[in-house]
């Protein structure tokens, strides 16, 4: 049996920088085995490609969640990267950290170490950020984050102005030491290509003889001698094999893949896991609970100025998108459609923001349901304007349906199923009219296309939220970190409770989601998780 020093389950955003870090000392060996194949397919590299991989099973998991009551009995489609870069190979690259009070509150909720002042040395070493000089922000690390000053649509100051109208303040830098207001998004890639953790980290890593990445393996299942992880059985190409960890197993397989597959090893609620027929290895109940995500609904305004979709609908426009790209990697192609947005307060008396908004000069009212051709905008001009709330409260659940480690597991995301998301989701809604008449929005907007003037009073509000609302893509904390092994799964060094030899180090082992976007916080994880490694390795 092959054996490694440090065998890491999924290539995602968090692997890929556990791999390259972990490897930069030679005198360890590190395997990193993926579910998923190459990502050196145009659609993952060019920026805007990032609609065609949203329903592309040859490299995303697709999930569907249970019927969620708090959306009317829908289920919410949750995209997944299965693909080396993982959901960072086919994610919208808004780079966005969090508010610092998010990572004071997971120290203060007991783990110590991961308050803001002790993360934000693990931010900047990842980032490589090409806007002006400024404290708190990296440069020279793997990750590029570019700027979107002077290259995002007009309109988006437009709206920065229609925001300021109605008081909330403007920020440069939603990454800077204040953060909050409105302005542009920042974006990660690298000279008009994708800079995700596989381009920035793992590729350049491949070089070294002490890494070795496998590809289309699943992982199945943890090996274990007692309470200690020994090694990781996986399935490639129909075939069934083990490999050994002489240090230690690095679950890096996301929020749904951790969890799964500690559940499959026998490590989960002992009761499900019996029902199920797997035996128990350690009962481990707060595994798959803990889910947080957030939940966003947009509004489409007609304008009676040109938008992106006058440059990317026409066939003609889409030539002259890819001719400027091909001339200097630049322009609509070399961005995401999120171009500007903010983090505020929607009532002064919060202390800190409560909103996440989002700005794109671009509307697909006329796309089907299962389509999502960003090259394909709606044929007249228009935008769309969305929000989801910074914290919800809501918590959900996944569970295994079966015990065979190819079958889907049960994901419960249990959405608006408390009073303060349900507020939240009124205010937010009433917000975004607000803004759209508020000048100078106001004026350009021609007509609210959805959800439309008759949807008018609070009810209205949340019936359509209820209708329409969904996932932004960002389920975290099914391997919450925290220090009761009854309600957590990882200690803050990351290490599963009541076991040896074995970490997660991915999106699922936040406490509580952040206030913005996800994939700066997993990479953040990931470095901070390096760092615990290999000073608990060295000890
Ligand atoms: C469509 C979409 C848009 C998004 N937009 C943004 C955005 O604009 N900005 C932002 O900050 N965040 C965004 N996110 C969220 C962000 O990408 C994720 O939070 C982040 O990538 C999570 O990283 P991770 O390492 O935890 O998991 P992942 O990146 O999902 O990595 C997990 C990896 O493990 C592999 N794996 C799973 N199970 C197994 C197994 N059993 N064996 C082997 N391999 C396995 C998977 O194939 C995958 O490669 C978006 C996500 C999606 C899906």
């Known amino acids: 049996m092959d054996a490694f ?18 490897s930069e000392d030679p005198s360890v060996s590190v395997l990193l085995l993926e579910a998923g194949g190459s990502d050196r397919t145009i659609w993952i590299q060019l920026p805007i490609g990032y609609g065609r991989t949203y329903f592309d099973a040859s490299i995303n998991w697709m999930y569907d969640t249970a019927p969620v009551p708090g959306l009317n009995g829908r289920e919410s489609y949750w995209p997944r990267g299965k693909v080396i870069g993982g959901s960072g190979s086919i994610n919208a690259m808004v780079h966005v950290r969090g508010r610092p009070e998010d990572f004071d509150d997971w120290k203060d909720l007991g783990n110590p170490g991961w308050g803001f002042d002790d993360v934000l040395h693990y931010f900047m070493r990842a980032e490589d950020f090409d806007g002006g000089p400024r404290s708190h922000r990296g440069r020279g690390g793997p990750v590029r984050v570019t700027d979107l000053t002077g290259l995002a649509h007009p309109l988006c100051q437009t709206f920065i102005a229609a925001s300021q109208t109605l008081g909330f303040p403007s920020t440069d830098d939603f990454n800077g030491p204040s953060g909050e207001g409105v302005g542009l998004y920042q974006i990660t890639t690298r000279d008009g290509l994708r800079a995700s953790t596989a381009n920035a980290y793992l590729r350049p890593a491949l070089q070294r003889k002490n890494l070795k990445l496998i590809s289309h393996a699943q992982a199945t299942g943890l090996t274990f001698d007692g309470a200690r992880a020994t090694g990781v059985s996986y399935r490639r190409q129909a075939v069934e094999q083990t490999v050994s960890a002489r240090r230690e197993v690095i679950l890096c397989a996301g929020t749904i893949g951790s969890a799964q597959l500690l559940m499959l090893s026998g490590v989960g609620d002992g009761a499900d896991l019996q029902a199920l027929g797997i035996p128990v290895r350690h009962h481990a109940p707060a595994v798959g609970r803990n889910i947080q995500d957030h939940l966003a609904v947009s509004y489409f305004y007609k ?35 999120n171009q500007a947005g903010g983090f505020i307060r929607s009532r002064p008396d919060l202390t800190r923001p409560d909103l996440q908004l989002y700005f794109s000069p671009v509307s697909y009212t006329q796309t089907p349901l299962s389509e999502r051709r960003l090259l394909n905008p709606d044929p007249f001009p228009a935008v769309l304007l969305s929000f989801n709330a910074c914290r919800p409260t809501s918590r959900g659940r996944m569970s295994l349906s079966s015990p065979d480690p190819f079958e889907y597991p049960l994901i419960e995301p249990n ?25 100078p929005l106001k004026s350009v907007f021609v007509e609210e296309l959805i959800p439309g003037p008759k949807v008018a009073t609070d009810e209205d509000l949340l019936a359509d939220f209820r209708d329409r609302a969904d996932t932004v893509y960002h389920p975290v904390g099914s391997c919450g970190m925290g220090p ?36 700066a916080p997993t990479t953040m994880v990931a470095e901070k998780a390096a760092d615990l490694i290999r000073s608990d390795d060295s000890a």
């Open 484 to 519: 009761d092994p009854t309600r957590h799964v990882v200690d803050p060094r990351l290490k599963a409770h009541g076991l040896e030899g074995l970490r997660i180090a991915d999106a699922s082992i936040f406490p509580t989601v952040t206030s913005g976007n996800t994939n």
């Open 303 to 337: 304008t009676n100025r040109p938008t992106l979709n006058n440059e990317l609908r026409p066939f003609h426009g889409k030539a002259l998108a890819g001719l400027r790209y091909l001339w200097d990697r630049g322009g609509p192609l070399s961005m995401s459609v």
């Open 415 to 439: 959405y608006l199923s408390t009073d303060k998301d349900i507020e939240d989701a009124v205010t937010g809604s009433r917000l975004l009219r607000q803004l759209a008449a508020a000048e």
């Open 5 to 22: 020093d440090y065998v890491i389950v999924g290539a995602g955003t968090a692997g890929c920088v556990l791999a390259s870090r972990l």
